[in-house]
């Protein structure tokens, strides 16, 4: 079964830096895009950055000049380097990717994985 599997959340003060980090496990015959999302309590979740097999990046406003999204397509792992870090940024952080799956030597239907998430807190 597919998995994805955050990494490298904690706590930071304000103006710190995190790299977080999400591989892909499993059966897998393809992935397009990946990204990273966020949600705080009582939020919607919301798109951080996102990631093409090409390398081409889409940055949510409130994140453009201090978060860079990058991918490692051997590795199956995207990266989410955060600088600047304020404590509007507090929240657990997503990790998406559209896979396609490779089951029983037939392929899947391209579908939407997450992972479980890793907490980001910013102390101010």
């Known amino acids: 079964q597919v998995e994805l599997a955050e990494s490298g959340g904690g706590l930071v003060q304000v103006g710190g830096s995190l790299t977080l980090s999400c591989e892909a496990t499993g059966v897998i015959f393809s992935i397009r895009t990946m990204g990273w999302f966020r949600q705080a309590p009582g939020q919607q979740r919301q798109l951080v950055a996102t990631?093409?097999?090409?390398?081409?990046?889409n940055y949510a406003e409130h994140v453009k000049g201090r978060f860079t999204i990058s991918r490692d397509n051997a590795k199956k792992t995207i990266y989410l380097q955060m600088t600047n870090l304020a404590p509007g940024d507090t929240a657990v952080y997503y990790c998406?990717?559209?896979?396609?799956?490779?089951?029983?030597?037939?392929?899947?239907?391209?579908?939407?994985?997450w992972g479980q998430g890793t907490q980001v807190t910013v102390l101010s």
């Open positions: 990631i093409e097999m090409t390398g081409a990046t």
């Open positions: 998406k990717a559209d896979i396609t799956r490779l089951d029983m030597g037939k392929l899947s239907t391209p579908t939407d994985y």
